[in-house]
């Protein structure tokens, strides 16, 4: 005669070894720290800084034409002797807009050389858009097919770099430039390379090329 079979016993719940369990609440409390910090600095004025390769390296080397008379070529050292700040800009780019009067008043200055870098952008479009709105630069680089700007590093529009006499980016900036930006960033940055220079402002006057 068969016997029933005795039941196994049931199959106890598996649990966590505590290790697995500290090292998930480490987790997740990490996690939430960093969206805290996030939070955080959202609404700080240097949340679009981002670190270059190029700081304290030249610049790259370039010869692109000028916005205005193509037929006109500049290159990187044609722009040694003195610093100069180079914006990145397209007509396309709505931020590029807001920042344009910041630039604008600050060139007014003639503190700095102020050169545009048109990025991959009409030709056309982009001089209306300065003749809208008004042309800051001492001159308008062109770079219609974004080559050069692989070089740079330049991921986006609006981006801003300070470069110097000899040559070596100093300071970059992605994002628009605000009053914080110029006041807290850029005009100290300036200052430092100017006192490097012992105040020496002489460079090749790029006016003409307008």
């Known amino acids: 005669m068969n016997t029933p079979e005795a039941n196994p016993e ?8 505590p290790v697995a369990i500290i090292l998930g609440a480490l ?23 981002l670190p270059s390769a190029l700081i304290g390296k030249p610049a790259p080397a370039f010869s692109l034409p000028v916005l205005h008379d193509p037929s006109v070529h500049v290159t990187d050292k044609q722009l040694r002797g003195a610093p100069y ?10 931020t590029c807009r807001d920042e344009h ?10 503190r700095v050389r102020m050169i545009g870098y048109n990025w991959k952008d009409e030709p056309s479009e982009a001089l209306r858009w300065l003749e809208q709105l008004g042309n800051p630069y001492m001159v308008v680089l062109a770079d219609q097919e974004g080559r050069t700007a692989l070089d740079w590093g ?6 801003t770099f300070l470069v110097d006499g000899a040559g070596i980016v100093r300071w970059k900036y992605s994002g628009a430039i605000t ?3 110029m006041d807290e960033q850029l005009i100290p940055a300036l200052e430092k390379v100017e006192a ?9 006057d790029l006016g003409k090329l307008q």
């Not at 049931?10 to 070894?17: A, G, S, T, V």
């Not at 987790?27 to 800084?49: A, E, I, K, Q, T």
């Not at 180079?86 to 007509?91: I, P, Q």
């Open 10 to 17: 049931p199959n106890k719940p598996h649990r966590l070894p």
């Open 196 to 204: 490097a220079s012992g105040g020496h402002t002489g460079a090749p």
């Open 154 to 159: 330049i991921a986006a529009a609006p981006e």
């Open 179 to 181: 009053q914080q930006v």
């Open 101 to 110: 009067p910041i630039l604008t008043r600050f060139a007014e200055t003639k």
């Open 27 to 49: 987790f997740f409390l990490g996690l939430m720290g960093l969206m805290l910090y996030g939070v955080s600095r959202s609404d700080r004025p240097d949340r679009d800084s």
């Open 85 to 94: 700040v180079l914006n990145v800009w397209g007509s396309w780019c709505p």
